[in-house]
């Protein structure tokens, strides 16, 4: 299989356009639910709103040919999990913590790369 040499990790984007204000919102969302203590079932919201900024991310990262834009894609699908599972993100753990942190760094990069408007 032939890759094409135009795809990179941060994707080929105007770098004078503004930043994503979606990407930024996102990721400061993302990350102040990584502090929010639970003692009930995940928030079904938040899944969908992170499966909903998946597909966009999508678009926006195949558009500018971005691995990371592919990457954060593969891993939003992790917020599947909860929506069939309870005990998934059920108290803040470790995995709850690296999976929220994670995400909002990979969107913020984002932000300031692939998702430029």
């Not at 990262?61 to 891993?75: D, E, M, Q, V």
């Not at 599972?85 to 995995?95: E, G, K, N, P, R």
């Amino acid at each position: 299989m032939k890759v094409n040499a135009n795809w990179t990790l941060l994707g080929t984007f105007d770098r004078q356009a503004r930043n994503s204000f979606f990407g930024m919102a996102l990721s400061v969302f993302i990350a102040a639910e990584t502090f929010g203590s639970h003692g009930h079932k995940y928030k079904t919201l938040m899944c969908v709103l992170v499966l909903t900024s998946a597909v966009v991310i999508l678009t926006r990262a195949i558009k500018a040919k971005s691995f990371l834009g592919i990457a954060t894609t593969a891993f939003s699908l992790i917020w599947i999990a909860p929506l069939f599972s309870a005990s998934v993100f059920y108290t803040v753990d470790l995995w709850f913590m690296l999976a929220h942190s994670v995400l909002a760094l990979a969107v913020a990069v984002g932000a300031f790369t692939y998702l430029k408007s």
